[in-house]
């Protein structure tokens, strides 16, 4: 620590942390206008977060803290890299336990009984279905029935934002990218059977309704609180 | 009851507030956060016309309340959901207590709804049984995420919760509200995780469970259950006001919601004074699923907007109806 390796300019830390997500929502946080500033100094790198409410879920806050310190390391040269979260009700307990490279449980102790995995994963898995019904989508604008996307291929994902994030969240729960595997599984990776996808395939459109609509709840309370107005 | 092009709409708001969250009640920085949240998303989803001054929004009056529901706000009869957070607020920020004074004045407009918190153990089944006898309960509304010294919140799962479901049964409390928010122990989990109301709903088919808020964010999750569940039902405030700067998204929300739940378990709440009556009754009339949408969503009835406005919660409250036929 201390001594920091070459120069490095505030845009390539946000480069570095462009894709890094609010895991609820699985959008970038710098999209979403909630990194609200980026400092590099010859010992040190801090970024600013800022989130919807005062009263935002304490996990995920602290998942999106941890996320953006490990991918602004990667470029840190050496640096420290701080996170530091304002306006929250426990915004110095996650910014000094994530600074300190403290556990959850730690900075949180007695009030929680485990790490955060489990959620991230669960909340991938949501994401990685509303990508499912966005490729179905594209597929069926293209004609292919309910019939023939029960025999898709991962490959037959027209290329797109919605595919390539699937790829993404394929590769991050441990599903095959490989393009001649099943385009739909279940939640848990295996394949979804034919009898089961119109269903599925339904729910996968409810949890794209779901994240989208929280996604727009969250920017409009982001901008109310810190743009002067939502509309 | 609200007339409009010939039609006449019963309208029950299903979730209204007399809250106290002035400075003088305020016990700490989570009451003032907490307020300032709610004002939030007032300010993000009223009308331009409709939005308030912060310090009337902090602490309005009996008239004010009167005039925005039943003179101006076109409600015939609205139910209290009591929110205590004893922690954030010196007096509570909306309780019982409170709501009593305007439903006892008023016994003609209100339902008053009680609430129960299972950490209360023997003591709280004694209260709730005073309370229902009191006040004549038909409902009761839970808030799992009430704070109470190291405890952040509570679960539907917990057995102490069964037991204040069958005491509910006892008594004639056939409505359970449940209502999510971020604060639940343990930190780790998906804390709207709203999979315990499964559970319960499961285990007590005779009891109703109104989810409010649609279990947003969790509306999928919701969904799900409310299929399982035929006692499950969805309440819309904070997802109806949508309708006014984002009504795609709330077609989308509406289209899902008919889809997976149907019609007649789907209940209106303004969640006033976050917002207020009359712009959504109004608007909710008017509003139709966008052409572009309808192949994958259909369109919304006339019949299916008063049940949703009034005639679902006026059957799980056993309200009268007065005849809703054709004017002029």
Avoid at chain 1, 55 to 61: K, V
Avoid at chain 1, 103 to 113: H, I, K, P, T, V
Avoid at chain 2, 288 to 309: F, H, N, R, V
Wanted: charged share 30%; hydrophobic share 40%; proline share 4%.
């Amino acid at each position: 620590m201390g001594t920091a390796t070459g120069a490095l300019r505030a845009d390539e830390v946000r480069e570095a942390i462009a894709d890094v997500r609010d895991p609820e929502l699985d959008e970038s946080l710098v999209k979403l206008g909630f990194v609200a500033g980026v400092d590099v100094t010859e010992e040190d790198v801090t970024i600013r977060l800022l989130v919807p409410t005062y009263f935002c879920a304490a996990n995920f806050t602290w998942l999106m803290a941890e996320d953006l310190r490990r991918a602004a390391a990667r470029v840190a040269g050496g640096r420290r890299v701080k996170v530091l979260l304002g306006d929250h009700f426990v915004d110095e307990e996650i910014s000094e336990g994530v600074n300190a490279g403290a556990r959850f449980q730690e900075a949180f102790s007695g009030l929680a009984d485990d790490e955060l995995d489990e959620l991230r994963v669960h909340f991938w898995r949501k994401a990685m279905t509303a990508r499912q019904w966005q490729v179905a989508e594209a597929l069926r604008a293209r004609g292919w029935s309910l019939e023939a996307l029960g025999g898709a291929r991962l490959g037959d994902a027209p290329p797109s934002i919605a595919t390539s994030r699937l790829q993404e969240l394929r590769a991050l729960l441990g599903v095959s990218t490989a393009p001649d595997s099943p385009l739909f599984v279940r939640p848990d990776g295996r394949p979804i059977p034919v009898d089961e996808l119109e269903i599925r395939l339904e729910f996968a459109r409810l949890t794209s309704v779901s994240l989208e609509t929280n996604g727009e709840y969250c920017r409009g309370l982001f901008a109310v609180r810190y743009e002067g107005g939502a509309k | 009851m609200y007339q409009h092009n010939g039609e006449t709409y019963f309208v029950v708001d299903g979730h209204v507030h007399f809250w106290d969250a002035s400075l003088e009640n305020q016990a700490n920085e989570y009451g003032k956060g907490w307020i300032e949240c709610f004002y939030d998303y007032h300010k993000n989803l009223s009308p331009e016309e409709y939005l308030w001054p912060f310090d009337r929004f902090q602490r309005y009056s009996e008239d004010r309340m009167m005039e925005d529901l039943f003179e101006k706000g076109h409600v015939d009869v609205a139910i209290f959901q009591p929110t205590y957070l004893r922690e954030f607020y010196h007096n509570g920020f909306n309780t019982v207590e409170q709501d009593a004074v305007m439903a006892e004045k008023y016994p003609d407009k209100f339902i008053l709804n009680g609430a129960f918190d299972p950490r209360d153990g023997e003591a709280g089944i004694e209260q709730l049984e005073r309370d229902a006898e009191r006040y004549n309960l038909k409902g009761v509304k839970l808030y799992t995420a009430e704070w109470r010294g190291a405890s952040k919140g509570w679960s539907l799962k917990d057995p102490w919760t069964y037991r204040y479901l069958e005491k509910c049964q006892e008594l004639g409390i056939r409505n359970i509200h449940v209502q999510k928010g971020p604060t639940v122990w343990p930190l780790n989990r998906d804390a709207f995780d709203v999979s315990d109301v499964d559970e319960a709903a499961t285990a007590f088919p005779d009891l109703n469970f109104v989810i409010e808020h649609l279990g947003l964010p969790r509306l999928e999750d919701f969904c799900w259950i409310a299929v399982q569940d035929k006692n499950v039902y969805g309440g819309l405030s904070v997802a109806i006001p949508f309708i006014h700067t984002r009504p795609r998204y709330f077609a989308k929300i509406m289209g899902e919601l008919l889809y997976w739940l149907g019609e007649d378990r789907i209940v209106f709440g303004s969640d006033y004074a976050i917002w207020e009556p009359k712009w959504l009754v109004e608007t909710f009339v008017d509003f139709q699923i966008p052409e572009d949408m309808q192949g994958e969503y259909g369109t919304i009835s006339t019949a299916a907007k008063k049940k949703i406005l009034g005639l679902n919660e006026a059957r799980l409250y056993d309200l009268k109806v007065p005849e809703l036929g054709k004017v002029g």
